[in-house]
């Protein structure tokens, strides 16, 4: 008997021990109640946002952040596939007539609401002229983006009165017709961008509906499940979504945290999926020992964006151009980005970015890609030459303002020690919380602030149009009317080397003539990614598409 004991005994022990190993040996994206290794992954993607969604309206948003959200909750006529390229979204198909002003796009039939209401061409119509209406509050910053279509322009000015001018007629429930002022050889990709994006009739005369989950409403691969303020925001897959077979998350889970070091250390903690770029950052004095620790999940690539600063033109002492021109000229790019940012990004002498297509090649292989130089003898020229057309004995006080970031901040005080030591400048550096700093930006409350720009589309055009005089995002106070008609000549001409050169002679007024912005680096995509994260995409210019990635 005691034999049979001992030898009972044993293997319980042999079990037990057998069951702990199996439990360490489990996974860690595996859900708790999987049961075993057999069992399949929990699908649920974690990410950082660095900070809270300034708006989840595709009407109004205008930042990386925000877009990242939206793009997920909803989906226009066409969708971006992984390669860049248009692929179709709620439109099956499209027509494009010869002369090239008149688009048909044909809907599906089974493209729902996250409620289980049909998607309808009329959603569509709604939603851009909703945009475009003069009386639409706040105004939408990206109006001038629908200025493609027939008497769009016109009626977001008030010149036109009647909303059936435009361009844009739901003929029956699944057809969408779209009548534009000129050939525009990008307008098809202009439909994957949020601006475009359709929305559900009940938004009408509820200024909060994308504010809450209940009655923020989309119809994309997601929905909102969980909104919290500065903590969290979680998105569950869409049951209603025409596509929902391809969806393989089942969640996805996005902290807010505004630390770059934070997000790191949950990242090597197995707390996130993915950490860095477009949301957040990666420390740029812990890249070396990511590389060496991490270098098979650390991904950098060149993208098509540009980090720069801007001038407010109405303010002292930034409304005199040769002030501007200096303190553009009396800083160092390249130390920037070989000490600060140390992430592969290119010194910028002009706006438009590396990768965009231009006639035959790259836009910024085509035309001039510097139209300014570093000089601290002419910056000093420049700036005494300012100072004695504006009357100043001394310069008033100067500050600039970033959005609270590790990064934004050191370059800020970078910056701003070499315009102390360049030109014996003193200028105050100031973070504020990003929607307070988006708003002030907006509003010309400030003197210089950090911006940065990310195509909309593979067009130059998409640098370009943003700073005429009627532009949403031009935060500038810039007016210029030679160059408002470079950009109307450009839209109106279909010969694609001239419209070219008409955006080069635009950019040179914007960076060279004007030095409006200060260009100061190309961006590079720095980010970190699981291994058990698969086909996670970063497209062209640097946004993250988390639509069609599962965990392996």
Same mark, same amino acid.
């Given at each position: 008997?005691?034999?049979?004991?001992?030898?009972?005994?044993?293997?319980?022990?042999?079990?037990?021990?057998?069951?702990?190993?199996?439990?360490?040996?489990?996974?860690?994206?595996?859900?708790?109640?999987?049961?075993?290794? &057999?069992?399949?992954?929990?699908?649920?993607?974690?990410?950082?946002?660095?900070?809270?969604?300034?708006?989840?309206?595709?009407?109004?948003?205008?930042?990386?952040?925000?877009?990242?959200?939206?793009?997920?909750?909803?989906?226009?006529?066409?969708?971006?596939?992984?390669?860049?390229? /248009?692929?179709?979204?709620?439109?099956?198909?499209?027509?494009?007539?010869?002369? *090239?002003?008149?688009?048909?796009?044909?809907?599906? +039939?089974?493209?729902?609401?996250?409620? *289980? &209401?049909?998607?309808?061409?009329?959603?569509?119509?709604?939603?851009?002229?909703?945009?475009?209406?003069?009386?639409?509050?706040?105004? %939408?910053?990206?109006?001038? +983006?629908?200025?493609?279509?027939?008497?769009?322009?016109?009626?977001?000015?008030?010149?036109?009165?009647?909303?059936?001018?435009?361009?844009?007629?739901? #003929?029956?429930?699944?057809?969408?017709?779209?009548?534009?002022?000129?050939?525009?050889?990008?307008?098809?990709?202009?439909?994957?961008? !949020?601006?475009?994006?359709?929305?559900?009739?009940?938004?009408?005369?509820?200024?909060?509906?994308?504010?809450?989950?209940?009655?923020?409403?989309?119809?994309?691969?997601?929905?909102?499940?969980?909104? #919290?303020?500065?903590?969290?925001?979680?998105?569950?897959?869409?049951?209603?979504?025409? &596509?929902?077979?391809?969806?393989?998350?089942?969640?996805?889970?996005?902290?807010?945290?505004?630390?770059?070091?934070?997000?790191?250390?949950?990242?090597?903690?197995?707390?996130?999926?993915?950490? *860095?770029?477009?949301?957040?950052?990666?420390?740029?004095?812990?890249?070396?020992?990511?590389?060496?620790?991490?270098?098979? /999940?650390?991904?950098?690539?060149?993208?098509?964006?540009?980090?720069?600063?801007?001038?407010?033109? #109405?303010?002292?002492?930034?409304?005199?151009?040769?002030?501007?021109?200096?303190? %553009?000229?009396?800083?160092?790019?390249?130390?920037?980005?070989?000490?600060?940012? !140390?992430?592969?990004?290119?010194?910028?002498?002009?706006?438009?970015?590396?990768?965009?297509?231009?006639?035959?090649?790259?836009?910024?292989?085509?035309?001039?890609?510097?139209?300014?130089?570093?000089?601290?003898?002419?910056?000093?020229?420049?700036?005494? +030459? *300012?100072?004695?057309?504006?009357?100043?004995?001394?310069?008033?006080?100067?500050?600039?303002?970033?959005? %609270?970031?590790?990064?934004?901040?050191?370059?800020?005080?970078?910056?701003?020690?070499?315009?102390?030591?360049?030109?014996?400048?003193?200028?105050?550096?100031?973070?504020?919380?990003?929607?307070?700093?988006?708003?002030?930006?907006?509003?010309?409350?400030?003197?210089?602030?950090?911006?940065?720009?990310?195509?909309?589309?593979?067009?130059?055009?998409?640098?370009?149009?943003?700073?005429?005089?009627?532009?949403?995002?031009?935060?500038?106070?810039?007016?210029?009317?030679?160059?408002?008609?470079?950009?109307?000549?450009?839209?109106?001409?279909?010969?694609?080397?001239?419209?070219? /050169?008409?955006?080069?002679?635009?950019?040179?007024?914007?960076?060279?003539?004007? +030095?409006?912005?200060?260009?100061?680096?190309?961006?590079?995509?720095?980010?970190?990614?699981?291994?058990?994260?698969?086909?996670?995409?970063?497209?062209?210019?640097?946004?993250?598409?988390?639509?069609?990635?599962?965990?392996?």
């Amino acid at each position: 008997m005691k034999k049979h004991k001992k030898l009972l005994l044993l293997m319980t022990l042999i079990l037990a021990f057998s069951s702990v190993l199996a439990a360490c040996g489990a996974d860690k994206n595996e859900g708790a109640d999987n049961g075993g290794t &057999d069992k399949p992954k929990e699908q649920v993607f974690r990410m950082n946002l660095a900070s809270d969604p300034p708006t989840l309206d595709p009407g109004l948003a205008q930042d990386n952040t925000s877009n990242t959200v939206i793009s997920s909750v909803f989906e226009g006529l066409v969708r971006k596939g992984a390669d860049g390229t /248009e692929e179709q979204g709620v439109a099956e198909k499209w027509d494009i007539s010869e002369d *090239g002003l008149k688009y048909v796009f044909t809907l599906r +039939q089974d493209a729902k609401w996250s409620n *289980g &209401d049909p998607v309808t061409a009329k959603d569509f119509e709604y939603a851009w002229k909703r945009v475009l209406d003069p009386n639409f509050t706040p105004a %939408s910053p990206y109006a001038y +983006q629908l200025y493609y279509i027939k008497n769009a322009e016109a009626y977001n000015l008030g010149d036109i009165k009647d909303a059936n001018e435009v361009g844009v007629k739901a #003929t029956d429930d699944y057809t969408l017709e779209v009548t534009l002022e000129n050939p525009t050889p990008y307008f098809l990709s202009l439909m994957s961008f !949020q601006t475009y994006f359709p929305v559900h009739s009940s938004v009408e005369g509820n200024a909060s509906w994308a504010t809450k989950p209940d009655t923020l409403i989309g119809n994309g691969p997601f929905k909102v499940s969980q909104m #919290t303020k500065g903590q969290k925001i979680e998105l569950v897959k869409n049951d209603q979504y025409w &596509d929902k077979d391809s969806i393989k998350l089942e969640k996805v889970k996005m902290s807010i945290v505004n630390s770059s070091a934070t997000e790191v250390s949950s990242y090597r903690n197995d707390e996130l999926d993915y950490a *860095g770029h477009p949301t957040g950052n990666i420390p740029t004095d812990q890249l070396s020992a990511i590389k060496k620790e991490l270098g098979d /999940e650390l991904m950098i690539k060149g993208i098509s964006s540009t980090y720069f600063y801007v001038f407010n033109t #109405t303010e002292e002492p930034f409304d005199n151009v040769n002030i501007r021109k200096a303190f %553009s000229m009396a800083i160092d790019r390249k130390a920037i980005v070989e000490k600060i940012t !140390q992430g592969g990004q290119i010194p910028a002498f002009g706006f438009v970015p590396p990768g965009i297509k231009g006639e035959s090649d790259e836009y910024r292989k085509e035309v001039p890609d510097t139209y300014f130089q570093e000089n601290l003898e002419e910056a000093k020229k420049l700036l005494e +030459q *300012g100072m004695k057309e504006k009357g100043y004995t001394t310069l008033p006080e100067v500050t600039l303002i970033h959005n %609270s970031d590790d990064n934004h901040k050191k370059i800020a005080l970078a910056v701003s020690d070499m315009w102390k030591n360049n030109l014996g400048v003193n200028v105050k550096v100031q973070n504020q919380e990003w929607g307070v700093f988006l708003k002030n930006r907006t509003d010309l409350n400030y003197q210089v602030a950090r911006s940065g720009w990310g195509a909309d589309y593979n067009d130059p055009m998409t640098y370009i149009d943003m700073w005429t005089s009627k532009g949403g995002n031009n935060d500038t106070g810039f007016k210029n009317e030679e160059y408002d008609k470079l950009v109307k000549d450009a839209y109106a001409t279909s010969d694609n080397a001239k419209r070219m /050169e008409l955006m080069s002679k635009a950019e040179k007024i914007l960076v060279q003539d004007n +030095q409006v912005v200060m260009p100061i680096y190309y961006y590079s995509s720095v980010s970190l990614v699981k291994p058990w994260v698969k086909n996670l995409h970063l497209d062209y210019k640097g946004d993250i598409d988390f639509t069609r990635a599962y965990i392996e």
